[in-house]
């Protein structure tokens, strides 16, 4: 971290400011231009607060060098993190297709969707039963009765379970849950993450619409904090000013993570773009730029969906578009 | 709300279309141009859901003609709201000035700052106990501890308090605070909305940082919706590729909230620009724009601040804002 | 075109702008809602100025449903155009590399990485002469001097060259060149746009730093109304939030450009990312993606290139990349 | 500017690397972390080209410390600027307003909108001969007829005449006007910056509408480095995901910018809302932020201007705003 000192700052203030953060167990190394004074701070400045810094009446400006996040640096943990979510493994090579409905509907929906998929090759089956929507009007998801389903529909087909959970206390009914989404509504529901920091179960974290990068693995830095080390992030669209697109899919943040990260990193197309026919040309494109998985919605009648209908891909279209998946993954392999 | 058909539409599924629509209580008046055929929604289509529209293989597009809110819709309650906080009342020509710092430190503290606000004119107290902050290595706020000194601060002063919750869990320890603050980065945790819904205390919804206005106002009508309707809007800047200030404040949204709504709105210019020095131009250009309130963050020890130091005022020139402030809402009254 | 009235609208009124409509040669159906009167329109709209028509003080609001591009609207014209840069096809299953220098520096450098990239098999050649740079103490390119080096390459190599124009006052000096390319900050600068227009040459235009896919296809119809049909696309990159790249590269732009416009569109992940590691994941994604090109910075000397040298790959790493675009292109063909 | 370099950087690059800088004049103040070295660049960094040192291999990163611009840059030019137009002033405490049809359209009408407008109060005419239009269907304006017209009401009220340019090929038909507006669209078009820069008529810079303000200041620096120094800056809204308002006017800009530059700045609020209802509250809340002056549409028949009606202000409507604004003015004189 480099701490600018505005031209006039006397030295008094500077000892003191300096006093302040060797008591951080920092270390110093000044050097002074003609116009700046530059302090930088040598150890672990992930505990530093910036804006506590730039508060300081005799500081120009603060810069931080090092990232803010430990332990979902790759600097700090060079091999890609593995997550087994109840046998099937996710990331350092492991690719795995998550799919399924955005909310449970019916028994028959979930199992008759489970079924599909799973013969299709999915991985893990996904189902919302808690649903965040912008509208109070709008179907809120079937709660404790729709996990009861869907576990119904783990049952079923053998495939390990995914679904969104919205409040802390809704804990205890995930107990059978294998893999516990976090929306993009709550990336940034610290009370949350720091519950699902205390658990051992994995964790499917979604970005934040408006999130950068950082702040999406601040945001897993908070689950890990706690112990739970167990993050998969999930890319699923920011929010720009474009409007073809439900919102603006940002691929190159594989890349960036991979690069910052040893964290799995997976692509939700269907949510990002919010249009069934561009949901298998990102897909492929996810897999080409090095994604650890996908995340389709699927559902048996998108016309009659309770939600998200227009992203959803009939069983018909899935299984289609993991043949093109597989072959794809095949062919990047050895490329 | 308009349905605008695919050409190649047969008659059986427009007329299964339109039946599932009547079936909802809605009439249809459609109309049908060379290439296009549209089927217009006559009635409450607050309840009708677009992308279940979309979802129709025969659907072309659908466009929303009337806005998706009811409870905190101007149309439906031209007369502006005034929300009655313990006696201090806000909306409807009645403005006030909310003040404090950014989180309650110590008992010293936080009294010493109510009492120069108090001193200073603001109308009510604010003080975090509950803080969500990026990292999980920054101060998290004093929780509980926070709350009972920012409750004696309330005692010593008179003033009623504005905090923070993150959770719809820590509601018990809220009973005596007056105004519960649902931060940006909650405006969409639903679960808490439904809460907030079920109390009769008021609510001071901020702004979420990627938030358009009317989804701002569905989070506002999820809270209404539950039967609380005293509810308070706070603009505290969006999220843009503008990086000079921390946000961007959007003045612009306190004219069109009070066109499309009767709820009363707040800025917050302390944590939209991040900059001492902006607070005072811009706390004078809400009152310019309309605004019916502000809230601004005071520390009596600005550079020692545990959080937000850079964007704090001290007592003093907290003081010399309010006069501004006061001086300039006497103007506008009468211009 | 939809046309929604206010509810005080008088018969008089209404009339009036019917009227106006029908002098334009469009028909109107009306249809009636509880709260709304609907005035659709009938017709080529794309002629029609929907903010003239919002500001007659009897409509509420005017949405349209046809969009506002004819040239370049795929619906009047199904099948891909396919653009022919002096021999070398783009578009409709011709798919080309585009590869060389930021800025044209020397001959040495200019000739050496033309051969270079013509051996690793680009189809074209590019090399800015005019750049257009943020600041005026950068670099500002060797004008017609570069343009001479460039046709110079262009004779050693037989490869048809690409290179910036940022004035129409220069389009002399680029009769040599074979496709020309409008920049980013230039998409909208219409008097360059009309001018190329005018010319039979092609144009490859770049998707503008904050411009929609609509803005874009309404700048390429700038091109085509005047005569010129030859449009290449070309996405590089929008402006967000997130710094963690240059730009966020939208590469669901692909399939929405592919749906709404006939026209070819490349991907430029050079300036789209401004790091020279992303290029690879991103091209190969462009391909998935259905991208008709590709367009990459390449450079002899990349540390001393005088632009974009973070982004710019070596011929070593250049041909490291063609031969993964070929066998990605060639698997997706069969795919 | 520091550099921070790679852990792995090797002596002789390092050296290599401090040569490069010390050629260009540069001092330099090395410093060594645990985990980085970094080397600050003394002396005038302006000159200095980022990108270009994020090219070397052994660098991790590159941060400016100084601005990049510097006629600009209030540090070297503390004393406000003010920009005499005609005798008409700007800056430093001389607020004006200036005021217009979005289009010339006629004689009478260009000259009854000047007459009305200056006996409201305006201090300059304004009125657009050449148009950007999204749409090559939509009008485009007069042109040379246009300025003509414009000439005329110059003549016949006395005000001074700020008028769009779109193309340096255009300037000698400017000889007459006496502000020079550079459009949101063009305010990157370098060509076009480097010509105005060459003549010494003031020229009215207006915000891209993706610019950040440093980008929107180093424009001015191209202008000003060309040796015309009296450039005024016009905030006019810029591009975010919010759709209520035509564009976001970023009111935190004036403040920024009087801290950031000497030049005078002034707001547009007709252009960055869209929406004829806002220009009153958006124009008082401007006043309050500090800005120099106002640009505001006037038609005096908005309903059948041929571009831009639904923001242009009835004569009436501007005489009531010009009322206020002088009130408003007089007020935050003496605040």
Known sequence: MIIILKKQAEEAQINALKKEMTDQGLGIHESEGVNTRILGLVGDTSIVDMRHIMANSIVENVQRIQEPYKKANRKFHPNDTIVDVSGVKVGGGNFQVIAGPCSIETKEQITEVANDVKNSGAGLLRGGAFKPRTSPYSFQGLHGDGLKLLLEAKK???????????????????????????????????????????????????????????????????????????????????????????????????????????????????????????????????IAAGADGLMVEVHNNPAKALCDGPQSLTPEQFDSLMNKVNKTRQFFETL
């Open 156 to 286: 079923a087909t053998g495939l390990p379970v995914v679904t969104e959970i919205m409040d802390a206390s809704h804990l205890p009914l995930f107990e059978d849950v294998d893999l516990i989404q976090v929306g993009a509504r709550n990336m940034q529901n610290f009370e949350l993450l720091k519950e699902l920091g205390k658990i051992d179960k994995p964790i499917l974290l979604k970005r934040g619409l408006a999130a950068t990068i950082e702040e999406w693995l601040m945001s897993a830095e908070y689950i890990m904090a706690g112990g739970n080390e167990n993050v998969i992030l999930c890319e699923r669209g920011i929010r720009t000013y474009e409007t073809a697109t439900r919102n603006t899919l940002d691929l190159s943040a594989i890349p960036v993570i991979k690069k910052k990260s040893h964290l799995p990193v997976m692509v939700d197309p269907s949510h990002a773009t919010g249009i069934r026919e561009m949901v298998e040309p990102l897909s492929l494109a996810a």
